[in-house]
């Protein structure tokens, strides 16, 4: 079974920091650009962060460039988003999905996880 899992999302205090982690089951991440979405409550949901299969490129969202960093681990099949210096906006449901390329829009990707729950408290 082809699938994407989230984990790590949990309630943290304002200024702290979170790893989230994205596996993979069912097919090699490596060949896939791995995007980081968020969804707040009653928010679109926006790309947060994206890492490319091919050259391990990164883009951020300007919301959190400078606190968060995308990493793959391609020997584990999973990607990582480190969130240092959480404030309470960052509040979300957090996804990860796979595509061909971090150009894709959200409407291209070809995979995605259910999400974790990740609370900023001030």
């Known amino acids: 079974q082809l699938q994407l899992v989230e984990s790590g999302g949990r309630l943290v205090h304002s200024g702290g920091s979170l790893r989230l982690s994205c596996a993979a089951s069912?097919?090699?991440?490596?060949?896939?650009?791995i995007t980081w979405f968020r969804q707040a409550p009653g928010n679109e949901r926006e790309g947060v962060s994206c890492?490319?299969?091919?050259?391990?490129?990164?883009n951020y969202a300007d919301s959190v460039k400078g606190r968060f960093t995308i990493s793959r681990d391609n020997a584990k099949n999973t990607v990582f988003l480190r969130m240092n210096s959480l404030i309470v906006e960052d509040t979300a449901v957090y996804y990860c999905a796979a595509a061909q390329s971090c150009d894709y829009p959200e409407g291209g990707m070809d995979y995605w996880g259910k999400g974790t729950l990740v609370t900023v408290s001030s």
């Open positions: 890492i490319s299969g091919s050259d391990g490129r990164t």
């Open positions: 069912g097919f090699s991440l490596a060949d896939y650009a």
